[in-house]
């Protein structure tokens, strides 16, 4: 059996009680989980304020769960009031979320501030999980994991059908060896349409993945 990833993105949410709270219910549900996880590979981001406590649960619990960032300074350590950059975030997690429409169009990210997020990313070894609204967006160099996530799919309870969400991975996946990922409005009764498509290796959980039960039942049916 393949792997297949399950990216939850927590977005601007959770205190560190609110968190805890999350961890107890993800522990307790994983570990019950009456399905095999082992060809499930988990990846959690977190906002940076809760990284160091997700690294620490994970560590002390042993549960093989790989952290993420939602973003990165497109600089490298310096006199930059507010950013988080890569070194920092490198001592936490592992990959780093970059291109997010809510980031594009809140935050005015352009494609070249993008790429330089990239390449900062890849310097210090972090995995960018770079996302793209369509197939023909901008894809910089050195990019190996794309999520695809159509605008009208975010948070809108209204998912791309797996079809096409297929037909725009492959499309992706002409362009270069990309593994690409699918994300807008999943949830535990949608995932298994989108993980079973032959371009799809996994998932970007937005929403439903602040719920750690759902998040859980999510993973089993991925
Ligand atoms: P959603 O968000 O699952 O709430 O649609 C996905 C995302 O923003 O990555």
């Known amino acids: 059996m393949n792997k297949v990833f399950i990216v939850a993105n927590l977005k601007s949410y959770e205190t560190e009680i609110e968190a805890k709270n999350w961890l107890e219910i993800f522990l307790r549900n994983f570990k019950n989980s009456n399905k095999d996880l082992s060809q499930k590979v988990i990846i959690i981001c977190p906002p940076f304020t809760l990284l160091e406590l997700f690294k620490e649960f994970f560590l002390t619990n042993e549960v093989n769960v790989f952290l993420g960032a939602q973003d990165i300074s497109p600089f490298d350590e310096g006199a930059y009031t507010g950013e988080i950059n890569a070194k920092q ?3 936490f997690a592992e990959f780093v979320l970059i291109g997010h429409s809510e980031r594009r169009n809140n935050f005015n990210e352009t494609d070249d501030a993008l790429s330089k997020k990239v390449e900062i990313s890849l310097r210090y070894r972090l995995k960018p ?9 901008q894809i910089p160099q050195g990019v190996e994991i794309i999520a695809y996530e159509p605008v009208f799919a975010i948070g809108s309870g209204t998912p791309d059908t797996p079809e096409n969400a297929n037909k725009e991975a492959a499309l992706i996946r002409e362009r270069g060896n990309y593994q690409v990922f699918y994300g807008g409005s999943v949830t535990s009764e949608n995932v298994a349409g989108f993980t079973k498509m032959e371009n799809i290796k996994g998932v970007l959980v937005g ?10 039942k999510i993973i089993q049916n991925a």
């Open 207 to 216: 929403g439903a993945s602040l719920n750690a039960e759902e998040f859980i």
């Open 89 to 91: 975030i490198k001592e």
């Open 129 to 137: 999980i770079y996302l793209v609204q369509s197939n023909s967006n």
